[in-house]
């Protein structure tokens, strides 16, 4: 990884990084997402979707199915919060792509409550990096089920 890019990816100037499409399109082709809460007008991956200004974590995603890349800075934990809370309502599924931090507070209030998790093999390169991530990324899936939480792997 060249500097330029490690020190855009290890800053807090730029928490938001674009989803990878064939990436996005496997995991579209199981759930056939309706709605995209964190998205920008030009990285959305739904046709609804919330930008920055539109504010995402205060708006309902009940009866959605949301694929979710939340910011990755501090705040990741109020929309996994949000993300944990919405799937609770009914006809509500919640995709998140997020960091694999397994020692965060977050991971253990919200993550370990999850019905699947999938760990990404390999890092992504996400939208506008020259570079894959410095760090591994994982899908965790919020849907109101009786399943026991599972754990995978999955391919970018």
Request: aromatic residues 14%; glycine residues 4%.
């Amino acid at each position: 990884m060249n500097k330029a890019t490690q020190k855009i990816m290890f800053s807090s100037k730029n928490d938001s990084w674009s989803t990878p499409q064939s990436f996005f399109d496997k995991l579209n082709k199981t759930y056939n997402f309706t709605l995209d809460p964190c998205a920008t007008d030009t990285s959305h991956k739904c046709d609804k979707y919330y930008t920055e200004k539109q504010d995402g974590l205060s708006k309902s995603w009940s009866g959605e199915t949301v694929f979710m890349n939340p910011p990755y800075g501090r705040g990741i934990k109020h929309w996994l919060k949000k993300a944990y809370e919405e799937s609770r309502n009914e006809n509500t599924t919640v995709v998140c792509l997020i960091p694999a931090r397994t020692d965060t507070k977050y991971w253990h209030e919200y993550c370990m409550k999850a019905e699947k998790i999938y760990f990404v093999k390999g890092r992504l390169k996400f939208g506008g990096a020259t570079n894959s991530a410095p760090f591994p990324s994982c899908v965790v899936v919020f849907e109101e089920s009786k399943k026991t939480p599972a754990m995978d792997y999955l391919t970018p």
